[in-house]
């Protein structure tokens, strides 16, 4: 089956997919983006991406490229011609084209593009085996809370932790994590408490996250959101990533030292199997 890519109103064939060379996202990263999880078909917490989309190009001062139900719209009917059962959809909007000039163009269209990938999730040795993590200083911009396309120092963070044979790398703040360099970061304390870091302008405000924390409450899982230290998580009972493709990913070491008894933990495998049942639908959205 040929492979599409979406590009500023027209579906193209993945591989002739282009954008202008004086695209202000190329430039300057002048744009934000969102990444969907589709399992069965199904585009996974989809209000919750437009939501935040609408939220990010607010902040940045860019204009919708066009309303949050076409661009829904837009993403199922790409899922529907590259016959995508399982993986992920990825948008862009960007501030559009321009003669290069650091101060905002006038009466500029933003330019929106959209790309598929295929993703096997079932049987991932990740959700059964857990992952190490690493720490690393977090040197990014302080509006962390906007999905801008500038990611070169979480780049850096993860090239890091793929140089250690790790997961991810934790980002860290004033001795505190903030959030992975492509996911949030939670523990579970010895008085099996949930912590994750909330929601302001340090971290990015997960929509995989909101969504377990909404799952942790129907399944009676205390939690506080609050900043943790690195000690904090050295010391840790369990502790866990999650994004759109990580869902919940139990994490067994940071920087080398186990994670409780250095295997997966209940709570982490319990709201594992709680994301994986209403990602598939086979639970009601959670309340």
Known sequence: MARYAYVNGRYIPHGDAAVHIEDRGYQFADGVYEVVTVLNGRLVDEEGHMKRLERSLKELRIAMPTSAQIISMIARELVAKNGLRNGLVYMQVTRGVAPRNHAFPKDVKPALVMTTKRIAFEGQKKFTQGVPVITVAD????????????????????????????????????????????????????????????????????????????????????????????????????AFVSSATSFVTPVVSIDGRPVGNGGVGTVASKLLEAYQDYAAGRRGQAA
């Open 139 to 238: 040197i990014r911009w302080r509006r962390r809370d906007i999905k801008t396309t500038s990611l070169l120092p979480n780049c850096l963070a993860k090239q890091a932790a793929e140089e250690a044979g790790a997961y991810e790398a934790w980002l860290v703040e004033d001795g505190c994590v903030t959030e992975g360099s492509s996911s949030n970061a939670w523990i579970i304390t010895k008085d099996n408490v949930l912590v994750t870091r909330a929601p302001a302008h340090e971290i990015l405000n997960g929509i995989t996250r909101q969504t377990i924390l909404k799952l942790a409450a129907e399944e009676g899982v205390t939690f506080e959101e609050r900043p943790f230290t690195v000690e904090e998580a050295y010391n840790a009972k369990e």
